[in-house]
């Protein structure tokens, strides 16, 4: 599928001038709304948390903190799509899917520019 991204945002955090982790946080286009996910990974390129920082969708559309949660651990190695190795969300598949999507496209981005 195609992502629909608007904006990409990449910064590196650093403890002194070690490099422990970044973030990439992508505004894209979920259904007909934006939204904002922040997506922080580690130096081994392992998703370490996923934030939604914004969502102009109606609230039943946005995934909660639980579902969140099945990002963390997971790196590009990990079957990273809606209804495969992430699961989906009755009502809110679409969410589903551009999360997962973009999770995919996070960690490429910290692949080639770590």
Avoid at 5 to 15: A, F, L, R
Avoid at 45 to 67: G, V
Avoid at 86 to 94: D, F, K, N, R, Y
Wanted: net charge positive; glycine share 8%; proline share 3%.
């Amino acid at each position: 599928g195609r992502i629909a991204i608007k904006q990409i945002m990449y910064n590196m955090v650093k403890e002194g001038k070690k490099v422990v982790g970044y973030g990439v946080l992508l505004v894209q286009t979920m259904r007909t709304k934006k939204a904002a996910i922040l997506y922080l990974i580690d130096n081994t390129q392992t998703i370490k948390n996923i934030e939604i920082l914004a969502f102009n969708e109606p609230s039943e559309y946005k995934p909660n903190k639980t579902w969140q949660g099945v990002f963390e651990g997971k790196t590009k190695e990990d079957n990273l799509f809606s209804g495969k190795g992430i699961p989906t969300i009755s009502g809110a598949t679409l969410s589903a899917r551009a999360i997962s999507d973009a999770a995919r496209l996070a960690l490429s981005i910290v692949e080639k520019y770590k």
